[in-house]
């Protein structure tokens, strides 16, 4: 679906026409869903309403911020960016931030600037986005994978220190779906063990850990402003921190390795480090900061409507909901799981149950692949530059793998995960309905689906 204005319009008013002869209310169908043909077999969808789209923007607030710094023709780095930086440090709860052009980039700066590089060992979830790895590899360290905690979906903490060895320098705990990981575990660990803590916060906006933001517990935090991220910009990244003299090397580094404060347009500023060129543009931070005021709010409607959701599906069998590590204070929700148990669902398979519940109007997904066992790794253990780091012994590929064997984190990925879309979460209790209604109509037809 084309996330333009106009276009959704026209998609409401063409579905919500065609749903108006067809669809029951979502409260006149609780009672009798199971006795229902389900949709994936030629039956009605619990659900034909479009739902909510994402990015979201207001014409009268934000489009001006946008159409001002075109005309103003200032669109490389300047007023709007520092702006926009000095709002998500506060955001955050950090005394510094700088702005870069994505989430990934975000990370193999904060890496390289905390000294991370060929030779050294970083633990890292094998459940996240494959930007978390990449920027671990970027650098030319060694990932190491630490096995899932299929409860929380997070980085499972006690199982971090029985892989450290005298080469381990990092964690990169993700706060993966946007709920939050244990940083007071993780901390604890990366105090004892002296590393550095990277958080890869890129999924998890605004989310809390005793009322303070996830983002500001490790050495940096990174952040995301993709255009499907709960702060959306069409591209964009953050790193956020309170250490002055890593957040002045990782500014010289965005840009051009030239010295803290110098601006853009300087071409003679005694350049100090060997940089890279990561600038975020005045029009994105324009953008950003429109999102930014709706951020909050949004997030809490994310909370409502997941508990509510977590509360009225928990009550099906074969759904077992996520639990949220101790102390969370809010989620961000960039996706709501919940983990899938065939045994409830007479033998029903996965693949087959999100088939139906597609069918159903209600749109989900199997979500990620073992990131462990992916063949990037031995592309990058082939190259050039890896070679020459590492010895044969530690490039070999089925060694590694068995070395990074994830067994909780397979079962997680390749049968059990279900995911539902942080844009759902910004709909109505009877969105949530339909999300339950649904679930509940492929449970009572499992027999029926399966044959
Ligand atoms: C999106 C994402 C990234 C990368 O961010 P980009 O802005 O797309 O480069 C990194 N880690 C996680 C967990 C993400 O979801």
Redesign the pocket.
């Known amino acids: 679906m084309k996330n333009k204005n106009f276009g959704r319009r026209d998609f409401i008013r063409t579905t919500g026409l065609a749903a108006a002869g067809t669809m029951l209310g979502p409260t006149m169908l609780r009672a009798g869903v199971g006795t229902q043909l389900p949709a994936v077999l030629g039956g009605t969808p619990v659900r034909t309403k479009a739902w909510p789209v994402w990015p979201i923007w207001n014409r009268e607030t934000d489009e001006p911020l946008v159409v001002d710094d075109l005309r103003s023709g200032v669109w490389s780095r300047a007023s709007l960016v520092t702006q926009f930086e000095k709002e998500w440090g506060d955001f955050i709860g950090t005394r510094r931030c700088l702005t870069v052009v994505?989430?990934?980039?975000?990370?193999i700066t904060s890496l390289l600037q905390l000294g991370i590089g060929g030779g050294d060992e970083v633990i890292v979830p094998p459940y996240?986005?494959i930007?978390?790895v990449a920027?671990v590899l970027a650098t030319g360290a060694m990932p190491v994978f630490v096995d899932t905690d299929i409860a929380t979906w997070q980085i499972d903490p006690e199982k971090i220190e029985a892989k450290i060895t005298p080469r381990t320098r990092a964690i990169v705990p993700?706060h993966?779906l946007g709920l939050p990981a244990d940083m007071v575990k993780i901390m604890a660990i990366a105090k004892k063990h002296g590393l550095v803590v990277i958080e890869?916060a890129?999924?998890a906006h605004g989310a809390e850990i005793g009322g303070r933001k996830v983002g500001s517990f490790g050495d940096a935090g990174?952040f995301?402003?993709?255009n499907s991220?709960n702060l959306a910009i069409g591209?964009?990244?953050a790193i956020t921190s309170n250490d002055d003299a890593f957040m002045d090397k990782c500014y010289s580094y965005h840009n051009y390795g030239n010295p803290y404060g110098s601006v853009v347009g300087q071409v003679n500023a005694g350049t100090l480090i060997a940089g890279n060129k990561l600038r975020l543009t005045e029009y994105q931070a324009a953008i950003g900061i429109g999102q930014l005021k709706r951020l909050p709010g949004e997030t809490e409607l994310r909370n409502a409507n997941a508990a509510y959701l977590r509360e009225r599906i928990s009550r099906i069998p074969g759904v077992i909901p996520y639990t949220l590590t101790p102390n969370v204070t809010k989620a961000a929700f960039?996706l709501f799981p919940f983990r899938y148990d065939r045994n409830g669902f007479k033998g029903l398979s996965r693949a087959t149950f999100l088939k139906a519940l597609n069918a159903e109007g209600i749109p989900c997904s199997e979500g990620y692949a073992p990131l462990n066992k992916m063949p990037y790794l031995q592309n990058a253990f082939q190259s050039k530059n890896y070679k020459k780091m590492y010895t044969a012994a530690e490039l070999d590929i089925h060694a590694f793998n068995e070395r990074n064997n994830c067994p909780l984190n397979d079962r997680l990925c390749n049968e059990e995960a279900v995911w539902f879309y942080q844009s759902m979460l910004l709909g109505t209790r009877a969105d949530m309905d339909d999300i339950v209604n649904a679930i509940q109509k492929i449970h009572d037809n499992a027999d029926k689906i399966k044959a």
């Open positions: 994505n989430g990934t980039n975000a990370l996240t986005f930007a978390t920027a993700v993966i890869d890129c999924q990174c995301s402003f993709q991220k591209e964009g990244g960039h």
